[in-house]
């Protein structure tokens, strides 16, 4: 599992490492991590130019360090200091003995310009709102120049917290983190101005719950289902599809296909689009009884394609088995039913459906996606899976939200969400909690949508035909 700690974690951590450390023992850790990191992005160093964006905290101390270090294996090292009588003092000493040089902002294009790598460490955890004006022209100077950035701790101007960007940022190709992910690393719009990221440990004992968690294939290989010798389909869990109509049948197609590939014993298809489920999958179970009369089921599936069919999506709402309710299902969801729920709901909204529920523009979503989850979960106590780039699930009482490593753009297809309704379902059907089914649902589906694209555009249908390859590539890794 990988881990974010927010700011404040982070800062009490330090707090209690630094106590037992001789002084500047932290920064050194972190320098010299820093320094390797660039060592190997450069490949050599002799000769490199490197260029230190440096702002007056820490984190311009951790740049001024590793800038030391870089310069004593033979490169040219240039430091900008955004406020020179501010700058760490003993960084900038370590540098200047190195045979490094600092400079003021005035000339910095130029430098910038000619860098080979550029180190960024105008600001870090420490960073409030935007980037102030002298701050923004640098990394925009950064931005047009053909230097390989790298970023300490974070990329400047990103929220370390939220993944919120106000304004200008750093756009780093590598971002060098120190001691722990934080949640904006992994959550976008901050995440892609991250790069890739390496994590660089320097001794912090954190505590047992992160704000933010991402699985791993070793994580999702432990949460799938695995039919044991006495399993049978009922026990393997049936989920119910309550989906389509007569305008939109071909969500229902998919949301079964999901659902028959997510490790259910059988799917249940109850609704106007029977014919169409039932010619593309005759191992379907069909009912046009509605939910309530439609037989047993260890979980539903309700709302997408489903046009304005209120009934079923009450139906399904009033059952005592878990629910996902999605797409239209979110808007025709009564509030009070979902609160009202004993056992697990999970609802699965992109942005828009998001920004409906909660009242706001659809940007402010975007802008704050961790937020308007969590926002989310407490208003219905349901458990939310937020769409997007970075998927996010959040429960409702708190607790770590998990965010989806394994997203791909060529996922914003349409019918995509119908396929990860089906699948999330019947691994809920299968016994997984709100959360875990959600988790390794967008897990399973993000994988399966970089198989299926490999480079190239897919269809949902594809999305679903690959599943079983992501689904073998975790539990054979
Ligand atoms: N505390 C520790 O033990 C360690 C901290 N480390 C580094 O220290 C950093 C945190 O250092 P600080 O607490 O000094 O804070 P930062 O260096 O992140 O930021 C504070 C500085 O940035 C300026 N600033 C704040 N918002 C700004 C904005 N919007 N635009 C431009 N400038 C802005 C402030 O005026 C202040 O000078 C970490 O990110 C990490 O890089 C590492 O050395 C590891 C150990
Ligand atoms: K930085």
Known sequence: MRTAYNVETVRAAERELMARLPEGALMQRAAAGLAAACADLLGRVYGRRVVLLVGSGDNGGDALYAG???????????????????AHPAGLAALRRAGGRAVGVE??????EQA??????IVGIGGKGGLRPDAARLAEAAERSRAAVVAVDLPSGVDADTGEVRGAAVRADLTVTLGTHK?????????????????VDIGLSLPPQAELEALQHADVRRLLPVPGGESDKYRRGVVGIAAGSARYPGAAVLAVYGALRGGAGAV???????DAVIARFPETLVSDRGPKHAG?????????GAGDDASAVGEVLASEVPVLVDADGLRLADRDAVRARTAPTLMTPHAGEAAALLGVPREEVEGARLASARELAGRYGATVLLKGSTTLVADAGGGAVRVNPTGTAWLATAGSGDVLSGLAGSLLASGLSALDAGSVGAYLHGLAGRF?????????HDVAEAVPAAWRDVTDA
């Open 68 to 86: 030391a270090r870089l310069a004593r294996r033979g490169a040219g090292v240039a430091a900008v200091l955004l406020a020179p009588e501010r």
């Open 116 to 121: 080979d790598l550029l180190l960024d460490g």
């Open 107 to 112: 000339g910095a294009e130029r430098l910038i």
């Open 268 to 274: 249940r298809y109850v609704g106007p689009a029977a």
């Open 183 to 199: 949640p904006g690393l992994l959550i976008d719009p901050a995440r892609e101005y991250a790069g890739s990221v390496r994590l």
């Open 296 to 304: 047993r089921v260890q979980a539903w599936v309700v709302g997408p």
């Open 452 to 460: 299926a694209a490999d480079g190239a555009p897919v269809g949902a």
